[in-house]
């Protein structure tokens, strides 16, 4: 057995979104520019990238995170991704933190403040404990900002950098909820065929509100993929799209098909985010030479 080869893996659900850690692997990553290190895993780890995401050992809702060394934070992580993903989540700084603490990897800091190097910034999470059990996380973001608007959809821009397309509810549709899931997808297929080749979006977002700060969305990545949470960025870009039209929330409470829920406060301008990742297992996969499934395949 090529001891290289094999991969240790710890998978941390945030609010129904699955992220799968990364502690030792064959990239042998020896920088820790988390920039330089992305490209190579784009461009030299490919097959171990789609073997540890793809069916049959991953799903179509999975996100691989790379932890590495950082000379500028407590530690860095790089993404991985299937096809249309998004290289950045904000669920997967807080996955990432739960599983390096929860498994001793990552000292419990006595002021509950943790910097964490991206290809996009350093970011900083807030940790409170109960003894030495870690009960809750959360992170201080900036407010998005509406960049384009027409009658059918605004365009927020998160950290300029991810553009989202949040739309209201049409009247086709009753409610956003199970029940209504064949009528939700057959929607999102229309909308997608209008922004086939439109290469600015980083996801489409239906929302419906269900009471004074409270909404209900859906979030669509490229393909059409539900994403299985309610998301951290389609919070900002829900909150940042009723501060516009001049509700100013104290609070949003952001629901998705399935009842997740994540609350967002507002102080100073800036958008306070909780959670409370769960790790949920933790695994090993060898990679051989001949394996019939070596880069695995995605459901559709």
């Given at each position: 057995m090529d001891v290289n080869k094999i991969m240790n893996t710890y998978d941390v659900h945030v609010a129904g979104e699955a992220f799968r850690i990364i502690i030792h692997s064959p990239f042998?990553?020896?920088m820790t520019d988390c920039i330089s290190l992305e490209a190579i895993l784009k461009s030299y780890f490919l097959t171990e990238i789609r073997m540890l995401l793809n069916e049959p050992r991953g799903h179509r809702g999975i996100t691989g995170c790379v932890v590495t060394p950082s000379q500028q934070a407590d530690f860095g992580i790089v993404f991985l991704h299937h096809y249309y993903e998004t290289y950045f989540s904000y669920s997967?700084?807080?996955?990432?933190?739960?599983?390096?603490?929860?498994?001793?990897?990552?000292?419990?800091?006595?002021?509950?403040?943790?910097?964490?190097?991206?290809?996009?910034?350093i970011y900083h999470l807030y940790t409170n404990k109960k003894g030495n059990e870690i009960v809750s996380m959360q992170?201080?973001?900036?407010?998005?900002?509406?960049?384009?608007?027409?009658?059918?959809?605004?365009?927020?821009?998160?950290?300029r950098l991810r553009n989202y397309y949040v739309f209201k509810l049409p009247s086709s549709i009753p409610a956003i909820s199970l029940q209504h899931l064949t009528p939700i997808t057959n929607w999102v297929k229309s909308v997608l065929r209008d922004f086939h080749g439109r290469g600015d979006f980083t996801g489409i977002i239906l929302s419906e509100a269900i009471g004074e700060g409270r909404f209900?969305?859906?979030?669509?990545?490229?393909?059409?993929?539900?994403?299985?949470?309610?998301?951290?960025?389609?919070?900002?870009?829900?909150?940042?799209?009723?501060?516009?039209?001049?509700?100013?929330?104290?609070?949003?409470?952001?629901?998705?098909?399935?009842g997740s829920r994540v609350t967002a406060t507002v102080t100073d301008g800036m958008c306070t985010v909780p959670l409370r990742p769960v790790l949920t297992g933790e695994h090993q996969f060898v990679l051989q030479t001949g394996d019939p499934l070596e880069e695995g395949f995605l459901l559709k």
């Open positions: 042998h990553l020896h997967g700084l807080f996955a990432a933190l739960t599983m390096l603490l929860e498994t001793g990897a990552l000292t419990i800091s006595n002021s509950g403040k943790y910097a964490i190097e991206t290809s996009q910034g992170m201080d973001l900036q407010m998005g900002e509406v960049v384009e608007n027409t009658d059918e959809w605004k365009r927020v821009q998160v950290d209900c969305s859906v979030t669509f990545e490229g393909d059409g993929f539900i994403l299985r949470s309610p998301g951290v960025d389609s919070t900002i870009a829900l909150l940042t799209v009723a501060r516009a039209k001049g509700k100013k929330h104290r609070q949003l409470i952001h629901e998705n098909l399935v």
